[in-house]
């Protein structure tokens, strides 16, 4: 089955520093794939689509200089946190779709990232 | 290795009772998470499980046993708003999640 694989899974930073999150689908191509944050016991919070090739779309309220989403190539997207501060401390999630798929709504989900800003 | 099954879809009557069942293996375990996600939506969270037994929430309960690595959503007075994917996720003793292929419920009048 499709797989999607999240690097770092876990990371531990000082206040100020940038972090960057890699998501790749390993099995497939992904033309657009979702970073969401997870608050614990809380249903996913989507903060942007990304587009391969063209800039990531941000939901409202979330600051997309802070964010910064990078979609290169079919297979990867990169969030990058900049200049994190502890209230940035959460689980980052991605998931990807199978742009090959005729299945439009099927998401395929990372393992999450676990970051701790100090 | 890790993995987690769960039916990719299944059908049922507006008003009737559905269970959605995952059997999961990993490599230790923090709980188990049921989501629910329509077409073009965010996931939401219906459930955590940890320990052994039944938790009830309004119409929908989920039920954990980790010795048999199973859990089920039960779905309870079906609405047709209830049609959605419905995916389940155990988190081993890493913390990550391990994620199901997710079910696809139809709900009929």
């Known amino acids: 089955g499709a797989v999607v694989s999240q690097h770092p899974s876990r990371v531990i930073c000082k206040s100020g520093t940038s972090v960057k999150i890699e998501c790749r689908s390993l099995d497939f191509q992904a033309t657009t794939m979702f970073w969401y944050r997870q608050f614990p016991k809380q249903s996913l919070m989507l903060m942007a689509t990304s587009n391969e090739g063209s800039k990531a779309t941000y939901e409202q309220g979330v600051e997309k200089d802070k964010f910064l989403i990078n979609h290169a190539s079919l297979t990867l997207s990169t969030l990058t946190v900049t200049s994190a501060h502890p209230e940035d401390s959460s689980f980052y999630i991605c998931?990807?779709?199978?742009?090959?798929?005729?299945?439009?709504?099927?998401?395929?989900f990372g393992p999450g990232t676990r970051l701790t800003v100090l | 290795g890790q993995n987690i099954d769960q039916p990719t879809e299944m059908t049922a009557t507006e008003g009737a009772i559905v269970q959605i069942n995952c059997t999961y293996q990993t490599s230790g375990f923090n709980g188990l998470f049921w989501y629910q996600q329509h077409a073009g939506e965010a996931p939401t969270f219906l459930s955590y499980n940890v320990l052994d037994g039944l938790e009830e929430k309004g119409r929908f309960s989920s039920f954990l046993s980790r010795s048999k690595g199973y859990s089920y959503l039960l779905l309870k007075e079906l609405q047709m708003k209830d049609s959605a994917s419905y995916l389940c996720?155990?988190?081993?003793?890493?913390?990550?999640?391990?994620w199901g292929a997710g079910t696809k419920l139809i709900i009929k009048p």
């Open positions: 998931s990807a779709r199978d742009s090959t798929s005729g299945d439009t709504d099927t998401q395929y």
């Open positions: 996720a155990a988190m081993d003793s890493n913390y990550q999640l391990i």
